[in-house]
């Protein structure tokens, strides 16, 4: 890898104009102003923060993920006594296969809109994609509830996961609205609420479902809540989205809404060397911006090995020992996830920032990933252990693949928004969203084929059982870390400052 590219590793992304000068970077910010233009007026902002973190606008990034994120497992808990009560399975066998349908009706919708939100939220901004997202949630989340037909539920949880297309444009706006040295913190803001959100989403789920049944004290089964036991963990969902809809009435837009002029252009050739290579158009076609489609690939490899991992690591926890499991109960791996993305919460929040400006997105995830195969080595041998030393390896496995994940997946976002204009970056968010959907898609598929064929070869002697599973996770990531480096990933050329 060349000098200049070591530079990029080393240094913020450059995806606005980078000055090390804030006078200078305060001039230009305000030669380029256009009144009346929220892009602008977003610019200024940042050059005025000097280097601040903009709580205001990360409370609106974080706020809006977790509501997006909450309706996506909420039904987990409950989806198979939901799919039991809609009488539509012929026998108890099969009620796992209606369930897993509605489950995938979210993602499949997310993978048809995705590219479709992105291109609106850069045409038309992102706060009315928000906005839009918001309210779909609050409706289509209390229309679920009240289901009462197998279709009726796949049909609300199709629409929301078609309609609820937030994920690629917030990535896009907590980029918009960081100063350089923050970025990293706003994709990580989205990253950890959203992982918070798909955490205690079966929670919610589990203790609000059925309350005329767990709480017979407070609910009776004629009032509305007994008669649709599944509504009251998709109110209080629809409520939260409620509450953050009308928030977002002070959620300040990111798009430039005026053409680039040759004043404009100008005024960005004049800056130094590194400031107007970013700050000059590049390609307008995405498929022919190298670096955003290969850290798409890597993005899309992590992404269906993280999936397969959660899955694989829940079914081969409760499975028997006979079969190269753990024996735990549903329970007890719920509190080890549980733990997991508690761990995640505190990392996110208190030290990935110092780590991704100590080493950069890349070089952070390279590390992560090659530490991810050696951990991943141990699960199996974890089979020798129990009791309070079971319980401790798993508990401190599983919380540190959680950390090493979410540095895989927030560096590969932070590479990808920087690799695009700003008017492409809705767009692109849109494009990783709908791929990751698909990948995210099949993983699960293809990890429990996997894991059906391995407890079938527990006597082989080439890697058997539960062994062959996680050579497999380890195999996927293995390429996912070889397409971070040449000439798999390719990065944009940056010239030294003068």
């Not at 590194?274 to 489609?293: A, D, E, I, V």
């Not at 129990?386 to 919380?399: D, H, Q, T």
Request: charged share 15%; net charge positive; aromatic share 12%.
């Amino acid at each position: 890898m060349g000098s200049m590219e070591e530079a990029l590793l080393l240094k913020p992304p450059p995806s606005v104009v980078v000055c090390h000068h804030a006078a200078a970077a305060e001039a230009a910010a305000e030669a380029c102003h256009h009144d009346g233009c929220p892009g602008c007026a977003m610019d200024r902002r940042k050059v005025s923060l000097r280097g601040s973190i903009p709580y205001k606008e990360l409370f609106y990034v974080g706020a809006t993920s977790l509501a997006a994120s909450l309706p996506i497992t909420c039904l987990f808990p409950f989806m198979y006594f939901m799919v039991r009560d809609f009488h539509i399975a012929k026998t108890e066998e099969d009620i796992g296969s209606y369930a897993g349908f509605l489950a995938a009706s979210y993602m499949i919708g997310r993978a048809i809109t995705s590219i479709f939100w992105g291109v609106a939220s850069d045409r038309l901004g992102r706060k009315p994609v928000i906005v839009f997202a918001m309210l779909s949630v609050v409706i289509l989340q209390t229309l679920f509830g009240l289901s009462t037909k197998y279709w009726m539920a796949i049909a609300a949880r199709l629409l929301l996961g078609s309609l609820n297309g937030i994920l690629g444009p917030v990535k896009a706006y907590a980029i918009e609205v960081c100063p350089t040295e923050h970025q990293a913190l706003g994709i990580s803001i989205v990253s950890t609420m959203w992982g918070f959100g798909v955490v205690i989403g079966p929670g919610l789920g589990g203790y609000l479902s059925q309350p005329a049944e767990k709480y017979p004290q407070i609910f009776s089964n004629e009032s509305v809540l007994g008669r649709f036991p599944y509504l009251l963990p998709c109110l209080v969902v629809s409520f939260f989205a409620a509450v953050v809809l009308i928030s977002c009435i002070w959620l300040p837009e990111t798009i430039h809404k005026h053409k680039i002029t040759e004043k404009d252009i100008r005024i960005v050739k004049a800056l130094p060397s590194q400031k107007s290579h970013w700050g000059l158009p590049r390609k307008r076609s995405l498929l022919q911006n190298w670096p955003w489609m290969s850290t798409l690939a890597s993005y899309c490899l992590f992404g269906l090995h993280e999936t397969a991992y959660s899955e694989i690591l829940s079914i081969w926890a409760v499975s028997d020992r006979k079969y190269g499991g753990l024996t735990f109960t549903s329970g007890d791996i719920g509190q080890v996830l549980s733990m997991a993305g508690a761990s995640l919460l505190v990392y996110q929040l208190f030290v990935y920032n110092w780590v991704i400006k100590i080493l950069g997105p890349l070089i952070s995830s390279r590390i992560a990933s090659t530490l991810s195969i050696f951990l991943l080595a141990t699960f199996p041998f974890m089979t020798y252990l129990s009791g309070a030393k079971l319980s401790f390896a798993l508990y401190s496995a599983a919380m540190t693949k959680s950390v090493l994940g979410i540095t895989i997946s927030t560096g590969m976002c932070l590479l990808q928004n920087n690799a695009v204009r700003q008017d492409q970056r809705g767009t692109a968010n849109g494009i990783s969203t709908s791929a990751l959907s698909f990948f995210k898609a099949i993983a699960p598929v293809g990890a429990g084929v996997l894991f059906s064929w391995a407890q079938k070869r527990q006597d082989a002697t080439f890697f058997p059982g539960d062994q062959v599973v996680f050579l497999m996770l380890i195999l996927v990531q293995l390429c996912g870390l070889i397409s971070t480096f040449e000439p798999f990933l390719v990065l944009p050329p940056v010239e030294e400052c003068s």
